[in-house]
C-alpha cells in the first residue's frame, strides 16, 4: 500500500460518513461518496452543505475554500463507482450483516491493494474483514462525532492486520490533521469502553431517583470539569447508538456494568432517542436541535419549603477543606467561627485565608476593602461552647468515622436547638454522623470539591432522617455563598465519586490488561472526549492511595464486582508510588 492515496471512497453519509467526506475534502483528497438511494444521497450532502456554510459564518473557511471543498466530493448510488479508489473508509449503520455485505462487495470491485477502514464504535474488525479476502489490509478508522472538529482517530489492528497496513493508516489520520492512537480489537475500543460504562452507571442513578438528570449532569460539569453532563452526552449521541455500543461490549466484557439499563430499551421503544428525536432525557425544541425546553414535571427537591434563616456558621477543622470552606462563607458575609484544637492552628488556618483573600486583591477579583471585612469576619476559637448559638456548623475535620463521630456527639451538647449540623465528608456515611446525636433529623451531608473557594460544586446529602427543611436550607446557604448545590442520597461516593472512581478503576485495568498505554489511554479520553484531564493524570493528581481508599468504598457498599479495585492500583500504592505528591506513580515527575 506503499503509494500516495488521493481518492478515497466514503460508504454511508449519515451524519458520522458527511462528517469524514468533510474531512478528507478539506485535506486536498478527491472524495467518492456512495448512499442506498438518492434521498440518502440528498441527506448526505445537506450534512456537507449546513456544516460547510457554519463553517463559513464562523470564518474557518472563506466561500471559495467552500467551493473548492464541496467540488473534490462526488455523490453516487453505486458501489461500482469506488473501482478506482485509493483507501475506502465505511460509515453505514452499526449491523454487522450490513458492514459485511458492503465488504464483500467492495473486495470484488476495487483492486486487491486497497485499504478497508471501517468506522465502526462497538463492532469486531476481525469479524468485518473475515467476509473479504484481504484481512490483511482491513483495519478500524474510528472517528469521533463530529468528525470535523473531533481530533481523535482510534486506528484498530486485528490479530492479521499487516503491520505496514497500520503504519501507513498512522501516516494517513496525521496527514488529515487528526491525532491517532493505535490498539488491538476489542469492543469499546479506548474511549468508548471507558465512557459508556460511566453513562450506563449515570443512566442507572437516574432510574434509581437517585438524583435527578439536572443534578447529575451539574455534578459531572461543575465537580469534574466535563464539558457536558452524562445525560445531555446520550441525548447527544443518540440513546439507540448507546444501547447497541454498550450491548456489545456486554458481549464481549460479560461485565455487569456493561449491560444496558432497562430504561435505555424503555426510552428506545417509546422513539425517545435523544436530540434526533426532539426527545431523549430532556426535552429539546425540535427534532436535531440542542435547545432543552423547560419541563414542567420536573419539580425541585426543596420546593415549598421555607428555609431556616443563616447568618452565623461554625466552620471545624484546620485543614484545606475547612479553610476554604471559612473563606467561602466569610467572603459572602456571613459571620464565621472557626473552632480547632489550639490557637496556634486557628490563627495558622486565618493566615492561609488572608493569605488567598490576598491573592484575590493582586489578581483584581476582590477589593482590598471587601478582603479586609471577610477576614474581620473570622473568629478563631478552641472551645465547642463557642459555637452554641450558630446556625449552622459544619465539620471538616480528617475522613475518619471515629473523629467525625466525636465531633458531632460534642456539638449535639453545645449547639441551640435548630441549628443544622452538616459534615463535608466525601466517603463516610452521613447518617453515622447523625447517630452520634440527638437530632438526626438535622444532619446533613455538604459536601464541598477542593479547593472550595474555586469549585462551583457543594453535593447537599440527605439521610433517611434528614428533614426537609434542612435539605431547604443547606440548599439556600449553597445559593447565597454562589455555589450551585445537587441533591443525592447518602451512598458512598454520592454522585461524583461513585461515577468517576469506576471509571478511573476501568483504565486501571485498562493498563492492566496490556491494551494500550497510558499516554495512549489519556490522550484518548481528553482528545476524543473533551475531558480536562486523562484518567492517569488525574489519579496522579488525586493521590493513589486516596482513589484505592474510595474505590475500597464503593465497592464494600456495593458489593459490584466491577468496582473491585483493579490490583495494579493496590500494588503501586503498596510500593508507595502514590502519585505526584512521592514523585512517582502511573507517571514519573
Known amino acids: 500500500m506503499a503509494r500516495d492515496i488521493s481518492t478515497v471512497g466514503v460508504v454511508g453519509l449519515g451524519t458520522m460518513g458527511a462528517g469524514i467526506a468533510e474531512v478528507l475534502a478539506r485535506s486536498g483528497l478527491d472524495v467518492v461518496t456512495v448512499e442506498l438511494d438518492e434521498a440518502g444521497v440528498a441527506r448526505g450532502r445537506g450534512h456537507l452543505e449546513h456544516s460547510t456554510e457554519r463553517a463559513l459564518s464562523g470564518g474557518k473557511l472563506d466561500a471559495d475554500g467552500r467551493a473548492e471543498l464541496l467540488g473534490r466530493i462526488r455523490y453516487s448510488t453505486s458501489l461500482s463507482d469506488l473501482s478506482d479508489v485509493d483507501l475506502v473508509i465505511e460509515a453505514i449503520p452499526e449491523s454487522l450483516e450490513l458492514k459485511a455485505d458492503v465488504l464483500t462487495e467492495l473486495d470484488k470491485i476495487t483492486r486487491p491493494e486497497v485499504v478497508f477502514a471501517s468506522n465502526t464504535s462497538s463492532l469486531s474488525i476481525t469479524e468485518i474483514g473475515v467476509h473479504t479476502t484481504r484481512p ?5 478508522m474510528h472517528f469521533f462525532n463530529p468528525a470535523p472538529v473531533q481530533k481523535l482517530v482510534e486506528i484498530v489492528k486485528t490479530v492479521v492486520t499487516e503491520p505496514e497496513v497500520v503504519t501507513e493508516v498512522v501516516a494517513f489520520a496525521e496527514r488529515l490533521g487528526k491525532v491517532p492512537v493505535v490498539i488491538g480489537d476489542r469492543a469499546g475500543f479506548i474511549a468508548n469502553a471507558l465512557l459508556f460504562g460511566y453513562l450506563n452507571h449515570a443512566v442507572r442513578m437516574y432510574e434509581q431517583r437517585y438524583a435527578t438528570r439536572e443534578d447529575l449532569d451539574a455534578a459531572m460539569r461543575f465537580g469534574c470539569g466535563y464539558p457536558m453532563g452524562p445525560l445531555a452526552l446520550l441525548d447527544l449521541i443518540g440513546l439507540d447508538t448507546a444501547y447497541e455500543i454498550l450491548d456489545t461490549m456486554y458481549h464481549q466484557s460479560r461485565n455487569r456494568l456493561h449491560a444496558p439499563a432497562p430504561l435505555l430499551k424503555q426510552m428506545i421503544t417509546a422513539g425517545q432517542l435523544g436530540r434526533k428525536t426532539g426527545r431523549g432525557f430532556y426535552a429539546y425544541d425540535a427534532p436535531d436541535s440542542p435547545t432543552v425546553v423547560s419541563d414542567a414535571s420536573v419539580k425541585s427537591t426543596v420546593e415549598g419549603v421555607p428555609p431556616r434563616p443563616v ?3 461554625g466552620v471545624v477543622g484546620t485543614g484545606t477543606m475547612a479553610t476554604g470552606i471559612a473563606e467561602v462563607f466569610a467572603k459572602r458575609g456571613l459571620e464565621v467561627v472557626l473552632r480547632a484544637r489550639s490557637l496556634e ?3 495558622a488556618s486565618v493566615a492561609r485565608v488572608k ?8 489578581k483584581g477579583k476582590l477589593s482590598e476593602e471587601d478582603a479586609a471585612l471577610a477576614l474581620g469576619r473570622i473568629t478563631p476559637v ?8 450558630v446556625d449552622l456548623v459544619v465539620e471538616a475535620v480528617a475522613e475518619e468515622l471515629p473523629v467525625k463521630q466525636a465531633v458531632f456527639a460534642a456539638l449535639d451538647e453545645v449547639v441551640r436547638p435548630g441549628a443544622v449540623l452538616a459534615t463535608t465528608t466525601s466517603s463516610l456515611p452521613v447518617i453515622e454522623c447523625a447517630a452520634a446525636t440527638s437530632r438526626p433529623s438535622d444532619v446533613i451531608g ?3 470539591f477542593n479547593p472550595a473557594p474555586v469549585m462551583k460544586l457543594v453535593e447537599v446529602v440527605s439521610t433517611i432522617a434528614t428533614a426537609p427543611d434542612v435539605v431547604a436550607t443547606a440548599s439556600a446557604v449553597c445559593s447565597a455563598v454562589g455555589k450551585h448545590a445537587v441533591h443525592c442520597g447518602d451512598r458512598a461516593g454520592f ?3 461513585a461515577l468517576l472512581f469506576p471509571y478511573l478503576n476501568d483504565a486501571v485495568k485498562m493498563l492492566e490488561a496490556h491494551y494500550a498505554g497510558a499516554n495512549d489511554i489519556d490522550t484518548a479520553m481528553k482528545v476524543g472526549c473533551g475531558l480536562p484531564m486523562g484518567p492517569f ?3 496522579d493528581v488525586v493521590g493513589l492511595d486516596v482513589s484505592l481508599a474510595i474505590q475500597r468504598t464503593l465497592y464494600n457498599e456495593f458489593r459490584e464486582e466491577g468496582f473491585a479495585p483493579a490490583p495494579l492500583l493496590e500494588h503501586l500504592v503498596t510500593a508507595g508510588r502514590l502519585g505526584r505528591k512521592t514523585g512517582k506513580g502511573f507517571k514519573d515527575y
Not at 490483511?136 to 478500524?140: D, E, L, Q, S, T
Not at 493569605?355 to 493582586?362: C, F, G, M, R, T
Not at 478552641?382 to 448559638?389: G, I, P, R, S, V
Open 382 to 389: 478552641t472551645d465547642f461552647e463557642a459555637l452554641a448559638d
Open 495 to 497: 454522585i461524583v465519586n
Open 345 to 347: 492552628k486557628a490563627q
Open 446 to 448: 455538604l459536601h464541598f
Open 311 to 313: 447568618a452565623r456558621v
Open 537 to 539: 493524570e488525574l489519579l
Open 355 to 362: 493569605k488567598s483573600l490576598d491573592k484575590a486583591v493582586v
Open 136 to 140: 490483511g489490509k482491513v483495519v478500524g
